[in-house]
């Protein structure tokens, strides 16, 4: 079986030991993803829609650089800080998968890596070439 990684470039990658997304056959498998700007800060702190959209748009080049894309995705997993938040999160999800809805969960935590961030998401799918 064929194995690909690719590696968005955040620094931790390498300090904890994992790439932003690997796939293994037809199999994609998207690591945890926050809202993390160019610079490496939080993106938009406070703004559960922002946040979740740009946890969406790495998702989407990380699909793309192992050539598959959004209407890949057959599961998405939510972490969220504030589950009274769950529409904002949803619509951000609902814009990028509204014509190819996957399986999706959305769960509470208590707290992700910085207090700032207030979302993390992680996406399987598959490819048919």
């Given at each position: 079986?064929?194995?690909?990684?690719?590696?968005?470039?955040?620094?931790?990658?390498?300090?904890?030991?994992?790439?932003r997304a690997i796939k293994a056959g037809n199999h994609i498998y998207v690591s945890g993803t926050t809202a993390v700007a160019e610079d490496g800060s939080v993106f938009a702190p406070g703004n559960a829609y922002a946040q979740a959209k740009r946890c969406f748009e790495i998702v989407k080049q990380a699909l793309q650089n192992l050539?598959?894309?959004?209407?890949?995705?057959t599961r998405t997993r939510?972490?969220?800080?504030?589950?009274?938040?769950?529409?904002?999160?949803?619509?951000?999800h609902q814009e990028f998968f509204a014509e190819n809805p996957p399986a999706s969960t959305m769960l509470e935590v208590n707290s992700l890596i910085d207090s700032a961030m207030l979302i993390e998401v992680e996406v399987d799918a598959v490819c048919l070439d």
């Open positions: 079986m064929q194995i690909t990684r690719t590696f968005s470039g955040a620094s931790w990658e390498s300090t904890v030991g994992y790439c050539n598959a894309d959004i209407h890949n995705v939510m972490y969220v800080t504030d589950i009274s938040l769950w529409a904002e999160f949803g619509k951000a």
